[in-house]
Protein backbone atom coordinates (compact mmCIF):
# COMPACT_ATOMS: atom_id res chain seq x y z
CA UNK A 1 0.00 0.00 0.00
CA UNK A 2 2.05 2.82 1.13
CA UNK A 3 5.72 2.50 1.83
CA UNK A 4 7.37 2.74 4.59
CA UNK A 5 8.24 6.18 6.24
CA UNK A 6 11.86 7.45 7.01
CA UNK A 7 11.36 10.85 9.82
CA UNK A 8 15.38 11.76 9.44
CA UNK A 9 15.56 14.13 7.29
CA UNK A 10 11.39 15.25 9.12
CA UNK A 11 12.77 15.12 12.51
CA UNK A 12 16.37 16.98 11.87
CA UNK A 13 14.18 19.97 9.81
CA UNK A 14 12.05 20.65 13.14
CA UNK A 15 14.95 20.57 14.87
CA UNK A 16 16.86 23.16 12.58
CA UNK A 17 13.93 25.36 12.65
CA UNK A 18 14.18 25.77 16.52
CA UNK A 19 17.21 27.67 15.94
CA UNK A 20 15.32 29.94 13.19
CA UNK A 21 12.10 30.27 15.50
CA UNK A 22 15.07 31.78 18.18
CA UNK A 23 16.43 34.31 15.57
CA UNK A 24 12.76 35.30 15.05
CA UNK A 25 12.23 36.06 18.75
CA UNK A 26 15.20 37.74 18.87
CA UNK A 27 14.16 39.85 16.29
CA UNK A 28 10.62 40.66 17.55
CA UNK A 29 12.19 40.97 21.06
CA UNK A 30 14.36 44.00 19.66
CA UNK A 31 11.63 45.79 17.89
CA UNK A 32 8.94 45.50 20.43
CA UNK A 33 11.18 46.70 23.15
CA UNK A 34 13.70 49.38 21.42
CA UNK A 35 11.95 52.10 20.22
CA UNK A 36 14.95 53.70 19.30
CA UNK A 37 15.65 50.15 16.84
CA UNK A 38 12.14 50.29 15.35
CA UNK A 39 12.68 54.17 14.32
CA UNK A 40 16.17 53.56 13.08
CA UNK A 41 14.21 50.88 10.99
CA UNK A 42 11.31 52.07 9.55
CA UNK A 43 13.56 55.21 8.38
CA UNK A 44 15.63 52.99 6.71
CA UNK A 45 12.68 50.80 5.17
CA UNK A 46 11.17 53.87 4.17
CA UNK A 47 14.24 55.56 2.12
CA UNK A 48 14.57 51.97 0.58
CA UNK A 49 18.23 51.56 2.21
CA UNK A 50 17.91 47.65 2.36
CA UNK A 51 21.41 46.49 2.85
CA UNK A 52 21.25 48.91 6.37
CA UNK A 53 17.96 47.33 7.17
CA UNK A 54 19.80 44.20 6.86
CA UNK A 55 22.71 45.06 9.02
CA UNK A 56 20.89 46.53 11.42
CA UNK A 57 19.04 43.18 11.57
CA UNK A 58 22.17 41.32 11.77
CA UNK A 59 23.58 43.74 14.27
CA UNK A 60 20.94 41.41 17.01
CA UNK A 61 23.39 38.79 16.46
CA UNK A 62 21.33 36.62 14.41
CA UNK A 63 23.07 33.14 13.04
CA UNK A 64 19.97 32.58 10.73
CA UNK A 65 20.91 33.75 6.76
CA UNK A 66 18.27 36.91 6.74
CA UNK A 67 16.28 37.73 3.71
CA UNK A 68 14.33 40.98 3.55
CA UNK A 69 11.91 42.85 1.78
CA UNK A 70 9.26 45.93 3.00
CA UNK A 71 6.72 47.71 1.31
CA UNK A 72 4.44 50.55 2.87
CA UNK A 73 2.65 48.31 5.39
CA UNK A 74 5.08 45.62 6.17
CA UNK A 75 8.08 43.99 6.23
CA UNK A 76 9.15 40.23 5.15
CA UNK A 77 11.07 38.58 7.11
CA UNK A 78 12.55 34.83 6.33
CA UNK A 79 15.01 33.20 8.14
CA UNK A 80 16.81 29.93 6.90
CA UNK A 81 19.83 28.30 7.60
CA UNK A 82 23.40 29.16 7.27
CA UNK A 83 25.38 28.58 4.75
CA UNK A 84 26.60 25.05 4.95
CA UNK A 85 24.17 23.62 6.14
CA UNK A 86 21.28 21.52 4.99
CA UNK A 87 18.39 24.04 3.30
CA UNK A 88 15.90 21.78 5.87
CA UNK A 89 13.75 24.83 6.34
CA UNK A 90 12.31 28.07 6.57
CA UNK A 91 10.50 30.54 8.49
CA UNK A 92 8.66 33.80 6.67
CA UNK A 93 7.25 36.03 9.19
CA UNK A 94 5.78 39.73 8.41
CA UNK A 95 5.78 42.49 10.38
CA UNK A 96 3.31 45.32 9.81
CA UNK A 97 3.63 48.89 10.64
CA UNK A 98 0.84 50.40 8.59
Known amino acids: MYPNVDITQFTQSAKAIQKLFKDATAISSKIANDP ?3 KQLMEKAQQSKQEEVQKQLQSIGIESEIR ?3 NPNTIHITLSPKKGESPCCQLTFLLYWR
Do not use: G, H
Open 36 to 38: VFA
Open 68 to 70: ISF
